[in-house]
């Protein structure tokens, strides 16, 4: 099976922690939808696959006109071999929400809402550069649920500067008050060349220390897992039976595509990506051709350190035989010295032929993988 990921760069504003490609550029929304589409249309005669999952992110890609997210899903369905049961996840900023959006995103497909909330004070809300209002958040959700969307993530951010355990909960409960089947909660990382990298070097801000870091991480456990909320990765909590699909990909090392400017995509041991230069993307399309940066065949060595890394996102972790399955070696035995010092250090246990992070693995994930792949 094959997820799809398409790349919306246009925002009303960047968020001034965001690291991704992305414009304020709107007058370019035409010329780059063609292109996604032509890039679509080209990829479909190229993978005829099963897709099981789409995901539209970016950006903002409930920022432009929604009849592009319907010609890009017709699309999909016509060169493609779309199962019936396909989950469709499309991002939403609460303030570029309406009804009439909704109903397109419906009848398109879409059945899975991100809508990103971050905090639940507005005065961290301006410190991020979001555009939307706490307000704005609780009616988008309403009106997602009123147009019928039944699995709809939230984002929220914590470790954000002078955020205080108090707030953090406050953001946490405002959450749950809506019942989303799926919360991102994602610790705050200043990227460098952002201008939150550049206010932080400028002493304007000052980044919340570790300890706090951690103490907010566990709440969110804490509580989350008290309302029936499962922790099935690092940074992601979800009702029984609405994990991510499309995610769960890139941590069980499935193919997918990205599609849009800086897109990447791999398929088994090939790794590559789109241009992150937004014109050029557009060029490259005009032109006809896909011109991909630096692909990459992932080695012997690099696939079993990949492996790892991700599955140890995973509470689940590892089947020992798919790990043999996929590398001719046991595990246990290859690697009996670095296992032995990892569960010894509390980082992890094998249990019914699994290797499964347990909290403080989840904790010092770093560490964990580091331990284990010493001797790769």
């Given at each position: 099976m094959l997820g799809l990921y398409f790349h919306i760069p246009f925002c009303i504003k960047k968020c001034v922690y965001c690291d991704f490609v992305s414009t304020e550029r709107q007058s370019k929304a035409a010329s780059y939808m063609h292109a996604l589409q032509k890039e679509t249309e080209l990829?479909?005669?190229?993978?005829?696959?099963?897709?099981?999952?789409?995901?539209?992110?970016?950006?903002?890609?409930s920022l432009i006109d929604e009849d592009y997210i319907s010609r890009i899903m017709d699309t999909v369905?016509?060169?493609?071999?779309?199962t019936d049961d396909a989950e469709v996840t499309l991002e939403a900023n609460p303030c570029s929400l309406t009804t009439k959006k909704l109903q397109t995103y419906k009848k398109a497909g879409v059945n899975r809402l991100s809508i990103g909330l971050q905090a639940a004070q507005e005065e961290h809300l301006k410190a991020l550069g979001r555009q939307h209002t706490v307000a704005m958040f609780d009616e988008a959700f309403q009106m997602a649920r009123e147009a019928g969307f039944d699995n709809i993530n939230t984002d929220v951010i914590y470790a954000l500067p002078n955020q205080t355990l108090g707030?953090?909960?406050?953001?946490?409960?405002?959450?749950?008050?809506?019942?989303?089947?799926?919360?991102?909660?994602?610790?705050?990382?200043?990227e460098q060349g952002t201008p939150?990298?550049?206010m932080a070097a400028a002493g304007q801000i000052a980044p919340a220390d570790e300890d706090i870091d951690l103490r907010m991480y566990h709440m969110a456990q804490t509580i989350l897992d008290n309302k029936g909320y499962t922790n099935?990765?690092?940074?992601?909590?979800?009702?029984?039976?609405?994990?991510?699909?499309?995610?769960?990909?890139y941590w069980n090392i499935k193919d997918y595509i990205g599609l849009g400017v800086s897109a990447h995509s791999c398929?088994?041991?090939?790794?590559?990506?789109?241009?992150?230069?937004?014109?050029?993307?557009i060029d490259n399309m005009a032109k006809g051709g896909l011109r991909y940066e630096q692909p990459d065949f992932i080695g012997d060595t690099e696939r079993k350190i990949e492996y790892i890394m991700l599955k140890l996102r995973l509470k689940k972790g590892f089947m020992l035989y798919d790990y043999k399955r996929h590398f001719?070696?046991?595990?246990?035995?290859?690697?009996?010295?670095?296992?032995?010092?990892?569960?010894?250090?509390?980082?992890c246990v094998v249990k019914d032929d699994r290797v499964m992070p347990?909290?403080?693995?989840?904790?010092?994930?770093?560490?964990?993988?580091?331990?284990?792949?010493?001797?790769?």
């Open positions: 990829i479909g005669g190229m993978y005829n696959k099963a897709v099981d999952s789409v995901f539209f992110g970016g950006g903002t890609p369905r016509r060169l493609f071999q779309f707030e953090w909960e406050e953001t946490l409960f405002h959450v749950l008050h809506k019942k989303p089947e799926h919360i991102s909660a994602y610790a705050l990382k200043i939150m990298a550049h099935y990765e690092i940074s992601n909590f979800a009702i029984n039976g609405y994990e991510c699909v499309h995610n769960l990909k398929i088994e041991r090939l790794r590559f990506a789109n241009t992150e230069d937004i014109d050029e993307y001719g070696e046991d595990f246990l035995l290859t690697h009996a010295r670095e296992l032995k010092k990892a569960c010894t250090e509390g980082l347990t909290k403080r693995g989840f904790d010092l994930q770093n560490r964990l993988v580091c331990t284990l792949i010493e001797n790769m």
